[in-house]
């Protein structure tokens, strides 16, 4: 029997997609906005409020295992790699909202405008250059995580079902094309790892 993430770890999950999506749609399109004093102060509000619930669910899921629902035993380097991916999401979690809380900073003390790429460049430029690489490499872990959950519940590896509500009646597959693309990965998991282990020596 494989294991599921806690109510409490799924409510984090699904609760910070949420916040997430609704932070980046929700997003303030030019520096001027800011010069309403109740947008600005709404927006120190809310990036406070998603960097504390990021620490809070980073600091809660740290004692769960990479890949806890596996019914079988997950390659080492599978998981530093995911490991690596989730890890490399929640730096983006929290270099977003506190990139916003320097760009507000910095509005506050009266860096104002965006200067155009021709025009002298301000500590300003650099904060929001900075928010907006981060969003983007989101955006691109995001799409990776989701794309590697898909093609682990097309497996049946059991990971899935520890996180998600639905499609959870899952079962190892026995679709020959599935298991043979599973081989593949699974040798380049070793050949890597056999890179790693002769630089070693
Ligand atoms: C269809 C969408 C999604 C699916 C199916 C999905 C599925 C999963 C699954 C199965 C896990 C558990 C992995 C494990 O046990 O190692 C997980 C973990 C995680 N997910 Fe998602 N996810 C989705 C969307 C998202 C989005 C949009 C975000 C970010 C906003 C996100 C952030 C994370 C993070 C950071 C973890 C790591 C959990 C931890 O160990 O702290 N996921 N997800
Ligand atoms: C968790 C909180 C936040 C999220 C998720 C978020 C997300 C985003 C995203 C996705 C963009 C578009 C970036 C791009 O198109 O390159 C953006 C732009 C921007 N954000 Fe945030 N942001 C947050 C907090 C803040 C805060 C606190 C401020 C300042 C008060 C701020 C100020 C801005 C400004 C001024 C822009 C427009 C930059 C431009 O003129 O191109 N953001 N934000």
Redesign the pocket.
Same mark, same amino acid.
């Given at each position: 029997m494989s294991q599921s993430h806690t109510t409490f770890a799924k409510f984090l999950h699904w609760g910070f997609v949420i916040l997430y999506v609704y932070?980046?749609f929700k997003?303030?399109?030019?520096?001027d906005e800011?010069e309403e004093k109740k947008i *600005?102060l709404f927006?120190?509000l809310? $990036?406070s409020i998603?960097l504390i619930i990021v620490i809070v669910r980073y600091s809660y899921m740290r004692s769960f295992k990479t890949f806890l629902g596996a019914r079988e035993p997950v390659h080492v380097v599978h998981y530093y790699f995911a490991r690596s991916i989730h890890r490399a999401m929640y730096a983006c979690f929290i270099l977003?909202?506190l990139s916003?809380?320097i760009?507000?900073g910095l509005?506050a003390q009266g860096y104002t405008v965006?200067a155009t790429p021709d025009e002298q460049q301000t500590i300003m430029d650099v904060a *929001?250059d900075l928010?907006?690489a981060v $969003?983007?490499i989101s955006y691109v872990l995001i799409f990776i995580h989701i794309l590697a959950a898909i093609y682990s519940r097309i497996k049946g590896e059991g990971v899935w079902s520890s996180m998600v509500p639905i499609f959870n009646e899952e079962k190892p597959t026995n679709n020959q094309v599935i298991k043979k693309i599973a081989a593949l990965e699974e040798d380049i998991y070793h050949r890597v790892e056999s890179v790693f282990s002769s630089k070693k020596k």
């Amino acid at each position: 029997m494989s294991q599921s993430h806690t109510t409490f770890a799924k409510f984090l999950h699904w609760g910070f997609v949420i916040l997430y999506v609704y932070g980046i749609f929700k997003q303030v399109n030019e520096l001027d906005e800011l010069e309403e004093k109740k947008i *600005l102060l709404f927006e120190i509000l809310f $990036a406070s409020i998603f960097l504390i619930i990021v620490i809070v669910r980073y600091s809660y899921m740290r004692s769960f295992k990479t890949f806890l629902g596996a019914r079988e035993p997950v390659h080492v380097v599978h998981y530093y790699f995911a490991r690596s991916i989730h890890r490399a999401m929640y730096a983006c979690f929290i270099l977003l909202p506190l990139s916003g809380l320097i760009i507000a900073g910095l509005y506050a003390q009266g860096y104002t405008v965006n200067a155009t790429p021709d025009e002298q460049q301000t500590i300003m430029d650099v904060a *929001l250059d900075l928010h907006g690489a981060v $969003a983007d490499i989101s955006y691109v872990l995001i799409f990776i995580h989701i794309l590697a959950a898909i093609y682990s519940r097309i497996k049946g590896e059991g990971v899935w079902s520890s996180m998600v509500p639905i499609f959870n009646e899952e079962k190892p597959t026995n679709n020959q094309v599935i298991k043979k693309i599973a081989a593949l990965e699974e040798d380049i998991y070793h050949r890597v790892e056999s890179v790693f282990s002769s630089k070693k020596k």
